[in-house]
Every structure is written in structure tokens, then in C-alpha cells.
Nanobody, 124 residues
Framework: QVQLVQSGGGLAQAGGSLSLSCEASGRAVSSPAMAWFRQAPGKEREFVAAINWNGANTDYSESVKGRFTISRDNAKNTVSLQMNSLKPEDTAVYYC?????????????????WGQGTQVTVSS
């Protein structure tokens, strides 16, 4: 059974930091592309960051570039998102996703497996 289990997140003040982690099992373990998306209330799910199979290539949305860092540890089957300099507009439910492609898609429908979602709330 495919599983992406997320942990981390929570509440932070503006300018603060939080981290997210996602542990993969099942077929998600062999997914070359891993990513983070987020969805704020009343908004569509949006791309945040993606990383390729060996961590050599990453992609970030303009809104988080320079503040967030995506990484992966294949030995532990985990992908992480370090979020620094948080802003209130970063408040959303964050989702881990896995795609069976060597590209780094930005569209949610190109991802095959999803985590359960984790709330991140940034207060001003």
C-alpha cells in the first residue's frame, strides 16, 4: 500500500521557521519526483517546491524561492521542507506528493500519490 506520511508544521510567527517531513513507503519509495503543494482556504492547490530523485535538481515557486528549502534522504525515504522567513500568506494545508517521472512537474494532477496534509499557520 502506498503511503506518504507527513509530520511537522504547526504555528509560527511571521519571520519564524517551521519544517515539514514526509516519509514514503510502498511504491512511493521509488518515485523519482517528490514535491510539496499547499492549499489555503477557498483557493486551489498550488505548487511549492519539487526535487528530483537524487536531490541534484530542485524547483521552487516564486513566492517561496529563497525562503524554503526542499531536500530528500533516500536512505530514509523522506523528503523535507524547511520554511524560513515565514509570512502570513504562507498559511495553508501543505501536502507531500510523489510522481513517477524524472521531470519536476508543477501541476497537481501529474502527481500519483499524496500525503494526508499538514496545517501550517503563520501569525502576523
Amino acid at each position: 500500500q502506498v503511503q506518504l506520511v507527513q509530520s511537522g508544521g504547526g504555528l509560527a510567527q511571521a519571520g519564524g521557521s517551521l519544517s515539514l517531513s514526509c516519509e514514503a513507503s510502498g511504491r512511493a519509495v521509488s518515485s523519482p519526483a517528490m514535491a510539496w503543494f499547499r492549499q489555503a482556504p477557498g483557493k486551489e492547490r498550488e505548487f511549492v517546491a519539487a526535487i528530483n530523485w537524487n536531490g541534484a535538481n530542485t524547483d521552487y515557486s516564486e513566492s517561496v524561492k529563497g525562503r524554503f528549502t526542499i531536500s530528500r534522504d533516500n536512505a530514509k525515504n523522506t523528503v523535507s521542507l524547511q520554511m524560513n522567513s515565514l509570512k502570513p500568506e504562507d498559511t495553508a494545508v501543505y501536502y507531500c506528493a510523489a510522481a513517477r517521472t524524472f521531470l519536476l512537474p508543477r501541476l497537481a494532477h501529474e502527481y500519483n500519490d499524496w500525503g494526508q496534509g499538514t496545517q501550517v499557520t503563520v501569525s502576523s
